[in-house]
C-alpha cells in the first residue's frame, strides 16, 4: 500500500519492523498484499507520531493548499470507519 510505504520513507522494512516491534513479514505483507492488521496502522501512528490520513492524502496528491474542507475531511474519516467496520 503507497500510503504505508510514504510513512516507512527511508527505513528498510526491516529496520523500519524493529522500530515497531513487530515481523519484518508484518511490514512487507502489508505494503504488498494489503493485509495490514489492525495493529500495524496503530503501531505506525504512535512510532511516528503521525495521522494516518495524512500520508493517504499525500498519495492522491492533495497538498497543504488542496486540503479539503474540514466537513469533508469528517465525512471521509466516517465513510472510512464505516467501511473498516464492514470488512471486520
Known amino acids: ?3 504505508l510505504k510514504l510513512v516507512r520513507g527511508t527505513a528498510s522494512q526491516k529496520a523500519f519492523a524493529a522500530e515497531l516491534d513487530m515481523h519484518e513479514n ?3 505483507n502489508a505494503e504488498r498484499r494489503d493485509s495490514a492488521t489492525q495493529e500495524y496502522p496503530l ?3 504512535s512510532a511516528r507520531g503521525i495521522n494516518l490520513h495524512w500520508p493517504c492524502l499525500r498519495a492522491i496528491g492533495v497538498t497543504e493548499d488542496t486540503l479539503p474542507a474540514t466537513e469533508a475531511l469528517d465525512k471521509l474519516l ?3 470507519i464505516e467501511v473498516m467496520r464492514r470488512t471486520d
Open 26 to 28: 508484518s511490514v512487507s
Open 78 to 80: 466516517q465513510l472510512t
Open 43 to 45: 503501531k505506525l501512528a
Open 1 to 3: 500500500m503507497l500510503c
